[in-house]
């Protein structure tokens, strides 16, 4: 039971464009949706997180979308560099602040071309 | 601060070997956790603690034990390798301030069993 999903697997987007990831999530209990950057080799970073009482989050080039109706949330990255090329994963938890762990998506290996 | 450190960084078993796979943080977080990474599954939950002497199962536990002695130390144990663990295992540790959570992972220990 995946109760994270994620899409696409893998994206091109040109240098300059609009990277779009999507998920979509199935329990409602979760409260605290963070997305993170893995480069080869390394762990996961975080990158931007959102709770539900919020619509959008913006960091810099990072913006989180959050549709709570629809149990959906989406990463944009906005002007992408060549150096955002990396594994995005989205993931969720819940006990109010994810004492009990991460669930995580599958993942988005994310090519930004020159 | 060295942050989450890991040991091995990398490891090859046969089948029916056990091992301790070693995680140490030093921000003096409350919780920690291990997780598995598979290609084209994301991460996965093996274990978590929410504090020394307690921990809790995640998605993936079977064939693995912990233990939390101290706050900074996290082992994990494979009783008896199996090639499905075959995989990378990531330990993180986190903190919940003003509700934000953040997961801080080390840098993985690659583990093949043969």
């Known amino acids: 039971q995946q109760q994270v999903k994620q899409s696409p697997q893998s994206l091109i987007v040109q240098k300059g464009g609009i990277s779009i990831i999507n998920c979509a999530y199935e329990n409602t209990a979760f409260d605290y949706f963070p997305w993170y950057q893995q480069f080869p080799g390394k762990g996961p970073a975080l990158l931007i997180a959102i709770r539900p009482d919020v619509s959008e989050k913006k960091e810099g080039r990072f913006t989180i979308s959050f549709n709570k109706s629809a149990k959906q949330f989406s990463l944009h990255i906005m002007d992408s560099q060549p150096g955002d090329s990396a594994t995005y994963f989205c993931a969720a938890s819940s006990a109010g602040g994810g004492a009990d762990g991460l669930t995580f998506g599958k993942g988005t290996h994310l090519i930004i071309q020159p | 601060n060295a942050g989450v450190t890991q040991t091995p960084k990398f490891q090859v078993l046969k089948t029916g070997q056990s091992m301790t796979l070693q995680c140490a943080q030093d921000m003096n977080h409350e919780y920690m956790s291990w997780y598995r990474q598979d290609p084209g599954m994301g991460l996965r939950l093996i274990h978590y603690s929410v504090g020394a002497g307690i921990t809790d199962q995640g998605e993936v536990p079977n064939g693995y034990n912990v233990s939390r002695s101290t706050t900074e130390d996290f082992p994990l144990r494979l009783l008896s390798a199996a090639p499905s663990q075959t995989s990378v295992y990531f330990c993180?540790?986190?903190?919940?301030?003003?509700?934000?959570?953040?997961?801080?992972f080390g840098p993985g220990t690659r583990l093949t069993v043969t």
């Open positions: 993180a540790s986190s903190y919940v301030l003003a509700g934000t959570y953040e997961q801080y």
